[in-house]
C-alpha cells in the first residue's frame, strides 16, 4: 500500500505494528505524517478498548495491554508532534510481543 493511503488498522497484532513501523519509518512529508498519526489513533483506540474488556486473543495481560497503549501514544506523538518517524518506529517496535 502506498504511504499517501491510510492503512486500515484492524488488530493489534505484531504484523500490524511492524507494518505500521515498517511505514512509518519510511514516511517523509508532513502529510504522510498525519497518515502515520491516523493510523496510530486507529491501534490506540483499539488497544484502549482491549485494556478494558481483555485481549480478544488471549495473548496478552492487561498490564502488556497498558503497556502497548503508552507505547503507542509516545510513537503517536514522535511522529505527530515532533515530526520524527523514524523514532516513533522504532519506539512502536517496543510495543511487539
Request: cysteine-free.
Amino acid at each position: 500500500m502506498d504511504l499517501d493511503d491510510i492503512l486500515p488498522i484492524e488488530n493489534f497484532s505484531d504484523l500490524t505494528i511492524q507494518n505500521l513501523a515498517d511505514r512509518m519509518q519510511r514516511s517523509n512529508s508532513f502529510e504522510q505524517y498525519v497518515y502515520r498519526e491516523s493510523e496510530m489513533d486507529e491501534l490506540w483506540r483499539l488497544l484502549d478498548v482491549a485494556v478494558r474488556t481483555g485481549d480478544p486473543d488471549g495473548l496478552r495481560s492487561e498490564e502488556k495491554l497498558r503497556m502497548m497503549r503508552d507505547i503507542v501514544h509516545k510513537a503517536h506523538d514522535l511522529v505527530g508532534m515532533e515530526g520524527k518517524p523514524k523514532e516513533a518506529a522504532e519506539t512502536l517496535r517496543e510495543a511487539l510481543i
